[in-house]
């Protein structure tokens, strides 16, 4: 067996390819790998050379925040991508103002620059996930506030600030909070049934933990557009925490008794 020929059917059977989509120079090329989203769905990633092909240039075509957004992922564009920008952590990797994540590398560093990107799509995948149907022209600031503006009426010797702790489930993935009032983590999610699933999907992982199997969680699911469908969330989600329901922690936050789940 020709080993070159073996080396390029094994990098084919382990999902990684190459195709120039452009006879011009410098071409485009897709590239395959076996990288995606937590759905399956595939990573869309280009590369291009600059210059004298001195450096690499390796994009989305803005199809990493596309696929955000087919979660229901909204106004994730505000001041600047912000939000997506936070979720990033690898130095180099950027995303424009057209919303296309890129980084651009010296072809010597070729390499670690296609592992830095990928892994940056990669903190995105996780993000859209714990994300998923959010929109985050109300869910932050002013859900998020209005909730711990609630829970400092309700308590206000032990005010609710913004959760420093990271915690880990069994998986090892490692888990933060929306707010903390004493030993209490507070989530904070809008009634999305997608919203609904990565915080079941957390909560199961946190539960399955030794360390956090028994830690004191809230989750505050905003019913006041769809309070049906809530009151479901909340059922199903208070089998793992503690779960009110928006505009009862109002009325509570109003002197009035909360019905806990």
């Not at 957390?202 to 469908?229: C, F, H, S, W, Y």
Request: net charge negative.
């Amino acid at each position: 067996m020709n080993i070159q020929w073996s080396c390029q059917d094994m990098c084919a059977k382990l999902g990684f390819g190459c195709v120039q989509l452009e006879d011009e120079y410098p071409p485009t090329m897709a590239l395959q790998t076996p990288f995606g989203f937590y759905g399956g769905d595939p990573f869309e990633i280009y590369a291009e050379y600059l210059g004298d092909r001195e450096q690499i240039r390796f994009f989305d075509s803005g199809g990493t925040l596309f696929h955000c957004f087919a979660r229901q992922i909204n106004s994730f564009h505000l001041r600047d991508y912000q939000v997506v920008k936070a979720a990033i952590k690898q130095p180099g990797i950027n995303v424009t103002h057209e919303g296309e994540s890129e980084g651009t590398f010296e072809v010597s560093n070729m390499a670690s620059g296609f592992a830095s990107y990928v892994d940056a799509l990669l903190s995105l995948a996780r993000w859209e996930f714990d994300n998923a149907g959010t929109d985050f022209a109300v869910r932050g600031p002013s859900l998020i506030g209005d909730t711990r503006l609630y829970l400092n009426a309700m308590k206000p010797d032990v005010l609710a600030l913004k959760s420093p702790l990271n915690a880990a489930g069994v998986s090892g993935r490692e888990y933060g909070f929306d707010l903390s009032q004493g030993d209490t983590q507070i989530e904070v999610i809008s009634c999305h049934r997608n919203a609904s699933s990565s915080e079941l999907y957390k909560l199961v992982d946190l539960r399955g933990n030794a360390l956090t199997a028994n830690m004191p969680i809230i989750v505050v699911v905003d019913d006041r557009l769809l309070p049906e469908q809530a009151d479901r969330e909340v059922a199903v989600i208070g089998q793992y925490a503690e779960a009110w329901q928006m505009r009862k922690l109002m009325e509570a936050a109003a002197g009035g008794a909360l019905t806990r789940h």
